[in-house]
């Protein structure tokens, strides 16, 4: 499974969209971009995932590049209890379902 | 509502004693997982079962032991040979088709002194 990199804290003013960054450049053809965000002392919530093209849901937009080495995931509207680590993983289609985890990007919601 | 139950939430044991942490899902999921969080660190898989009585080690199997005899069910046993056991379990479920996220458990904090 390919690996990705994440800054490790961003910062985010209430109201306003957050833009988290992940890198993942020997992602392979078959390999998804996976979000997932950690409140502390609870488990990671799914947000979203893609494979080539951008998605949205309830939750954030997925933008993926053309040649899918970088991703980046859209907090249209944060708020405070947005502020969690964020993970972005790859991973292939396949049934194992192995996450493999970094350590994500501390997001910040400042009031 | 359905979704992944890990109980107790905080659990406390003397060291070179087994204890075991429950995992139950009403979610239908043919695939469960075991995940160990160390501080400051991501997720490491300890052992996941992709279907009843069969499950596989993971990346950090040792000491551990896990048993899958009904679908909903996914206990996980950390054994005295486990040598850090003090850490924040956390359990995960999916459906067994292509990308299917996986959903996680609120997570056992374990700790052995």
């Known amino acids: 499974d390919a690996k990705t990199t994440q800054p490790p804290s961003m910062d985010c003013a209430e109201g306003r969209a957050a833009n988290l960054p992940c890198n993942h450049s020997?992602?392979?053809?078959?390999?998804?971009v996976y979000w997932y965000r950690q409140i502390h002392s609870q488990g990671p919530q799914y947000i979203i995932h893609?494979?080539?093209n951008n998605e949205t849901n309830e939750m954030a937009s997925l933008i993926i590049t053309e040649d899918r080495k970088s991703s980046t995931l859209i907090l249209p509207h944060a708020t405070l209890r947005d502020t969690a680590v964020y993970y972005c993983?790859?991973?292939?289609?396949?049934?194992?379902?192995?996450?493999?985890f970094g350590t994500g990007t501390l997001l910040a919601v400042q009031p | 509502d359905g979704g992944i139950t890990q109980s107790p939430k905080y659990l406390f044991r003397k060291e070179g004693q087994n204890v075991t942490l429950s995992c139950e899902q009403n979610?239908?999921?043919?695939?469960m997982y075991w995940y160990r969080q160390d501080p400051g660190q991501g997720l490491r898989l300890i052992y996941y079962?992709?279907?009843?009585?069969?499950?596989q080690k993971g990346d950090i199997a040792e000491g551990y032991s896990v048993s899958r005899e009904k679908k909903e069910s996914f206990p996980l046993t950390v054994t005295s040979a486990q040598k850090n056991p003090t850490a924040f379990y956390l359990c995960?479920?999916?459906?067994?088709?292509?990308?299917?996220?996986?959903?996680f458990g609120n997570g056992t904090r374990l700790t052995v002194t």
């Open positions: 995960a479920s999916s459906m067994e088709r292509t990308a299917s996220p996986l959903h």
């Open positions: 020997t992602i392979s053809g078959n390999e998804y």
């Open positions: 893609g494979l080539k």
């Open positions: 993983i790859v991973r292939g289609g396949g049934a194992t379902n192995k996450l493999i």
């Open positions: 979610l239908n999921h043919d695939a």
């Open positions: 079962s992709q279907i009843v009585n069969d499950f």
